[in-house]
């Protein structure tokens, strides 16, 4: 009994709420159904193809906001490299520089050994010295110098050099051979690669009148290149280390004006002797006169009457 009371109250139950699950059941399905065409990229293994309108959607979709992306990220990026190109550039200059520096010491010898003993702190050398005495009161010693120093260096030893005295004068220049040194490296590299051609033809010569010309060529462009080899070292060697030519200059003492103790006696004798002297310069000059007047004045006497005789 139990069991048939359950059966009719599941049975008054679907009778009565039949619509109900019908149209639940109907709205899962369209639920499910749109969720499916939400995502059609994902169905394209279980046999779903996108229409022509969504496939323009997409297109437009990628020509309107990823293609403006990724140029910006090309530029970006060009940008970046062009940025590292000029750092790089800029890192890469080639200056040579030169200073001209005049100090005033008291002894240009005693400040050049003093100079010597302070080289090695910044890695310079001496390159050339000259140390010579002066006129001046005292014989001090003037000394010229040819400094070579790291460009990192420079400018610390450039301070140092200024401690030494009293600076009378100081230049700076610098020189930018970054283009010079390009083009050297530049046809250096062609004409290696015109070597190893002209090599491979010599190795391949058949005759001895070709081989003989294709030596004399190869001679000449080894030359070229030792040439230039010789050009990029001088090159990196002075913008390696710059130049500095020092001047070490004594100073001129003057000397003190004294006056000594005034004493008319002594200034009486000098002048007793010193007329004197020029009294026995004119009894000298009159003796002299008188004896050399004895002989020719007679004879330019005669002299004259003869050539007023001539004359008449």
Do not use: C
């Not at 940008?79 to 010491?105: G, L």
């Not at 100081?170 to 390009?182: I, K, N, P």
């Not at 060529?217 to 001088?234: G, M, P, R, S, T």
């Not at 002075?238 to 004294?258: A, G, N, V, W």
């Amino acid at each position: 009994m139990f069991k048939n009371s359950t059966k009719l109250n599941l049975k008054n139950f679907f009778s009565k709420h039949l619509w109900h699950l019908l149209i639940v059941i109907l709205v899962v399905v369209l639920i499910w159904q749109n969720l499916k065409s939400d995502n059609p990229i994902y169905e394209y293994d279980t046999g779903y193809a996108p229409t022509k309108e969504l496939m323009q959607s997409q297109d437009s979709v990628m020509r309107s906001e990823i293609l403006p992306m990724a140029e910006n990220s090309v530029l970006k990026m060009t940008d970046y490299n062009q940025n590292a190109t000029t750092i790089a550039a800029i890192s890469d200059k080639k200056i040579i520089k030169t200073a001209n520096m005049t100090v005033q010491v008291k002894d240009g010898e005693e400040s050049y050994n003093l100079l010597k003993n302070n080289l090695d702190q910044f890695s310079a050398f001496v390159e050339n010295a000259n140390v010579y005495e002066t006129y001046y009161e005292g014989k001090p010693k003037e000394a010229n110098i040819t400094i070579r120093v790291p460009v990192e260096n420079f400018e610390a030893f450039l301070t140092q050099l200024r401690t030494y005295g009293y600076v009378k004068s100081e230049s700076v220049s610098g020189s930018d051979v970054t283009e010079q040194y390009t083009d050297f490296s530049a046809e250096l590299t062609n004409l290696e690669m015109r070597e190893e051609k002209v090599r491979e033809f010599y190795e391949n010569a058949k005759d001895v009148e070709d081989t003989l010309a294709i030596y004399k060529e190869l001679a000449q462009i080894q030359a070229q290149i030792d040439n230039i080899k010789q050009n990029l070292k001088n090159l990196k060697n002075q913008t390696s280390y710059s130049t500095i030519y020092l001047i070490f200059t004594p100073e001129i003492k003057i000397t003190e004006f004294t006056n000594p103790e005034w004493n008319i006696g002594i200034i009486w004798k000098e002048g007793v002797n010193d007329l004197i002297s020029a009294l026995h310069f004119v009894a000298n000059a009159g003796i002299k006169i008188f004896i050399y007047g004895a002989i020719w004045i007679p004879a330019g006497l005669i002299i004259w009457v003869v050539w007023r005789r001539i004359r008449k």
